[in-house]
């Protein structure tokens, strides 16, 4: 038997015992009574009665055991040509006297603190201080518009918010504060205070005894000591895409994702304590909190935060700059990267100009990585590449290839085998088992693995009726797929209204509300259709009301303009089209995927129940219009 199986069955057949195994990587002030506890509701948990601080194991205890002159954090800031190095000592002190400016501001254990930050620094410090105190936080991703950051503020409720004066991207400057001013304008919940981060680029205004300044409020500080939380306390919420515009709040615990992060950096990454390790995305993303903050930390690695894009900071080079620059063993991004470094250096001409010879592996997730983006991957770097399936509720990888564990023969499009603590089945719609290599949806049998969701934020009943309700004792992913003969996973689409755009999640009925609130829509429905850079883009088809006589183009600048303004430029809202009617079901249900397979002129078949079979001419017409369906 291989060790990657007889790992992954004992993980199945005796839980207490691998994890409780694996909790031993982590600081506990107070051991756990029971590793699982499977009567616990709304579903299973881990470590419970166990206590320990998230921040103590990424940070104190490092210093404590001789790696306190490491680099912990590396801050890469193409965008404003500035660097930065914090030692494990200097991250810890910081963080501790951050912590005491939110204590200050009276957050305490259980309260939220929600971040609305860039890549810099401060973000990372912002989400270990909250830690520290036993306190929750909410990151919010900085491409979301005010109203969204407000959905979040009603939702989590925090007591601070900590955010800076501003972001930037290649294009632009965004001013933050302007639009964290409107969304506590729009929200019900007012936080008690905020504290900014002011940015040369931009300067904030600020409200007398509610805006407090970062530095004034840090060095005003005394350092914070760290709180201890059950296994089972919230470290954090992040709010992720669902089938409405309301996002679902994820919880995460304490105990589980420590541990579960820890024992993922050497098992499926291959990487020690004091290695560089690297992932490629926004502290806004579930991929950020991993793998840019704590599985790093935890593992007593060194993080590099990079505020910059794959392409255009200044070049296709700018990741290799990075690797070579600071060491990196491992990097870990979305694929969309690198079909955009492809893209722009099909020949691999900037990888020459730096050496590599640090780097071990590249890691990619986010969505379904296409063979032909991995073997350029493999074949310019030389290095192994490995695509890898999770997602916001699990934390981790449900599917990789774990490198520490045993590398595996690699087949392009799946992302290998189920990862310990994963029972992953493929089911029917009925909830029989499908057999090797026919689709179904794919479902985890309970107990999800440590780190897992272990319900949504304030809401037991959506966590069920989301994810538990469809198949009773089994959790709903969302994706469906299949496994092969070898037990190799091919995840291929989502089954629910998400798509996933340059390797960010986006709910289609989350823009649907949007464009619906236009004065002028009667209808509407957003499709993903494909796009060979960021895998998918959101197309909205409009019908208009009666009446509505209506220059086609100013009305699509103005849905256009809604989207970004309501949601974000994250969605990259850019096309909609007219139409005089939707195609339905008898039953009124709006074919999307017959739509979805037009515009990316697949094979499809009349459905049986539609209703008005001749307008799918009309549509295939508007979507030639936007180039899609073989324009
Ligand atoms: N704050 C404000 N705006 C942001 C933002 C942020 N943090 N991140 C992105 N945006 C804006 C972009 O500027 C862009 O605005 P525009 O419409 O004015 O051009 C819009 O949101 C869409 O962004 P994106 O889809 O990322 O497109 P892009 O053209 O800027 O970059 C890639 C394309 C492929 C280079 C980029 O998506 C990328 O690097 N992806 C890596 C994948 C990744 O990080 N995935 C996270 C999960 S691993
Ligand atoms: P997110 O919660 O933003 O991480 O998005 C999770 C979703 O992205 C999953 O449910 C999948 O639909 C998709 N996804 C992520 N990684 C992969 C992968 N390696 N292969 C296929 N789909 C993926």
Same mark, same amino acid.
């Given at each position: 038997m291989s060790t990657y199986k007889k790992i992954y069955e004992r993980s199945l057949n005796d839980p207490d015992g691998f994890w409780g195994d694996a909790a031993q990587g982590i600081d506990w002030s107070k051991p756990w009574d029971k590793v699982l506890d499977m009567e616990a509701k709304p579903a299973p948990r881990w470590f419970k009665g166990g206590e320990l601080n998230t921040c103590y194991n990424a940070l104190d205890r490092h210093v404590k055991n001789g790696r306190g002159e490491q680099a912990a954090l590396i801050y890469d800031s193409p965008i404003t040509g500035k660097q930065k190095t914090y030692t494990y000592s200097e991250l810890t002190d910081t963080v501790a006297k951050f912590a005491g400016a939110l204590a200050d501001r009276g957050v305490g254990k259980g309260d939220r603190v929600l971040v609305y930050m860039p890549m810099i620094p401060e973000a990372a410090i912002a989400m270990l201080a909250t830690a520290r105190l036993g306190a929750i936080h909410s990151v919010v991703f900085g491409g979301f518009a005010a109203n969204e950051l407000a959905t979040r503020i009603n939702d989590a409720e925090p007591k601070v918010i900590v955010s800076a004066s501003c972001g930037i991207e290649p294009s632009r400057v965004i001013a933050y504060k302007p639009l964290l001013d409107e969304a506590i304008d729009l929200s019900d919940h007012k936080p008690d205070a905020t504290i900014i981060y002011a940015r040369p680029e931009a300067e904030a205004s600020m409200i007398e005894g509610r805006d407090f300044d970062w530095n004034t409020a840090a060095q005003a500080a005394a350092p914070a000591e760290c709180v201890q939380v059950e296994a089972t306390d919230p470290l954090y919420i992040l709010y992720t895409s669902g089938t409405t515009g309301q996002p679902k709040g994820v919880v995460r615990d304490n105990g589980g994702h420590a541990v579960a992060m820890h024992w993922t950096m050497k098992n499926i990454y291959n990487v020690e304590p004091g290695d560089v390790y690297w =992932? =490629?995305?926004?502290?806004?993303?579930v991929v950020g909190h991993s793998y840019i903050v704590y599985g790093p930390l935890l593992a007593g690695c060194t993080t590099i935060m990079y505020e910059g894009k794959p392409v255009g900071t200044p070049d296709p080079g700018a990741f290799w700059r990075v690797i070579s620059e600071h060491n990196v063993k491992v990097l870990f991004t979305a694929p969309t990267a690198f079909r955009a470094i492809k893209k722009e250096d099909p020949d691999g001409e900037y990888l020459k100009k730096y050496d590599l010879g640090c780097m071990d592996s590249l890691f990619l997730a986010g969505e379904r990585c296409d063979p032909d983006t991995l073997y350029w991957a493999r074949d310019k770097l030389q290095k192994p590449v490995v695509d890898h399936w999770w997602q916001t509720e699990t934390a981790w990888g449900i599917a990789a290839n774990p490198l520490g564990i045993e590398p595996m023969e690699v087949k392009a499009g799946s992302p290998t085998v189920a990862m310990p603590g994963y029972d992953v089945r493929i089911l029917s719609e009925e909830g029989d088992e499908m057999p090797d290599g026919e689709m179904g949806n794919i479902v985890v049998k309970l107990p999800l693995p440590p780190a897992c969701l272990p319900t949504l934020w304030n809401n037991d009943q959506r966590f069920i009726d989301s994810y538990l309700a469809k198949y009773p004792g089994y959790y709903l992913s969302g994706d469906a797929g299949f496994r092969d003969d070898d037990g190799y996973l091919w995840i291929m689409s989502r089954t629910d209204d998400v798509i996933n755009v340059a390797g960010h999640r986006l709910s289609t009925g989350a823009i649907e509300e949007v464009l619906a609130g236009h004065e002028d829509v009667a209808e509407c429905a957003v499709i993903g259709a494909a796009d060979q850079l960021k895998g998918q883009l959101p197309v909205g088809l409009v019908v208009l009301k009666a009446?509505?006589?209506?220059?086609e183009q100013e009305l699509a600048g103005e849905l256009v303009k809604r989207v970004r303004d309501l949601i974000g430029p994250v969605a990259a809202f850019k096309q909609v089209v007219v139409v005089s009617a939707l195609p339905k079901t008898r039953s009124g249900k709006i074919l999307r995927g017959t739509m979805v397979k037009i515009a990316d002129q697949q094979e499809w078949k009349m459905p049986a129940t539609i209703d008005n079979p001749a307008i799918l001419d009309d549509i295939s017409v508007a979507l030639k219009k936007l180039g899609y369906a073989g324009a």
């Amino acid at each position: 038997m291989s060790t990657y199986k007889k790992i992954y069955e004992r993980s199945l057949n005796d839980p207490d015992g691998f994890w409780g195994d694996a909790a031993q990587g982590i600081d506990w002030s107070k051991p756990w009574d029971k590793v699982l506890d499977m009567e616990a509701k709304p579903a299973p948990r881990w470590f419970k009665g166990g206590e320990l601080n998230t921040c103590y194991n990424a940070l104190d205890r490092h210093v404590k055991n001789g790696r306190g002159e490491q680099a912990a954090l590396i801050y890469d800031s193409p965008i404003t040509g500035k660097q930065k190095t914090y030692t494990y000592s200097e991250l810890t002190d910081t963080v501790a006297k951050f912590a005491g400016a939110l204590a200050d501001r009276g957050v305490g254990k259980g309260d939220r603190v929600l971040v609305y930050m860039p890549m810099i620094p401060e973000a990372a410090i912002a989400m270990l201080a909250t830690a520290r105190l036993g306190a929750i936080h909410s990151v919010v991703f900085g491409g979301f518009a005010a109203n969204e950051l407000a959905t979040r503020i009603n939702d989590a409720e925090p007591k601070v918010i900590v955010s800076a004066s501003c972001g930037i991207e290649p294009s632009r400057v965004i001013a933050y504060k302007p639009l964290l001013d409107e969304a506590i304008d729009l929200s019900d919940h007012k936080p008690d205070a905020t504290i900014i981060y002011a940015r040369p680029e931009a300067e904030a205004s600020m409200i007398e005894g509610r805006d407090f300044d970062w530095n004034t409020a840090a060095q005003a500080a005394a350092p914070a000591e760290c709180v201890q939380v059950e296994a089972t306390d919230p470290l954090y919420i992040l709010y992720t895409s669902g089938t409405t515009g309301q996002p679902k709040g994820v919880v995460r615990d304490n105990g589980g994702h420590a541990v579960a992060m820890h024992w993922t950096m050497k098992n499926i990454y291959n990487v020690e304590p004091g290695d560089v390790y690297w =992932a =490629a995305s926004d502290v806004g993303w579930v991929v950020g909190h991993s793998y840019i903050v704590y599985g790093p930390l935890l593992a007593g690695c060194t993080t590099i935060m990079y505020e910059g894009k794959p392409v255009g900071t200044p070049d296709p080079g700018a990741f290799w700059r990075v690797i070579s620059e600071h060491n990196v063993k491992v990097l870990f991004t979305a694929p969309t990267a690198f079909r955009a470094i492809k893209k722009e250096d099909p020949d691999g001409e900037y990888l020459k100009k730096y050496d590599l010879g640090c780097m071990d592996s590249l890691f990619l997730a986010g969505e379904r990585c296409d063979p032909d983006t991995l073997y350029w991957a493999r074949d310019k770097l030389q290095k192994p590449v490995v695509d890898h399936w999770w997602q916001t509720e699990t934390a981790w990888g449900i599917a990789a290839n774990p490198l520490g564990i045993e590398p595996m023969e690699v087949k392009a499009g799946s992302p290998t085998v189920a990862m310990p603590g994963y029972d992953v089945r493929i089911l029917s719609e009925e909830g029989d088992e499908m057999p090797d290599g026919e689709m179904g949806n794919i479902v985890v049998k309970l107990p999800l693995p440590p780190a897992c969701l272990p319900t949504l934020w304030n809401n037991d009943q959506r966590f069920i009726d989301s994810y538990l309700a469809k198949y009773p004792g089994y959790y709903l992913s969302g994706d469906a797929g299949f496994r092969d003969d070898d037990g190799y996973l091919w995840i291929m689409s989502r089954t629910d209204d998400v798509i996933n755009v340059a390797g960010h999640r986006l709910s289609t009925g989350a823009i649907e509300e949007v464009l619906a609130g236009h004065e002028d829509v009667a209808e509407c429905a957003v499709i993903g259709a494909a796009d060979q850079l960021k895998g998918q883009l959101p197309v909205g088809l409009v019908v208009l009301k009666a009446g509505a006589d209506r220059d086609e183009q100013e009305l699509a600048g103005e849905l256009v303009k809604r989207v970004r303004d309501l949601i974000g430029p994250v969605a990259a809202f850019k096309q909609v089209v007219v139409v005089s009617a939707l195609p339905k079901t008898r039953s009124g249900k709006i074919l999307r995927g017959t739509m979805v397979k037009i515009a990316d002129q697949q094979e499809w078949k009349m459905p049986a129940t539609i209703d008005n079979p001749a307008i799918l001419d009309d549509i295939s017409v508007a979507l030639k219009k936007l180039g899609y369906a073989g324009a």
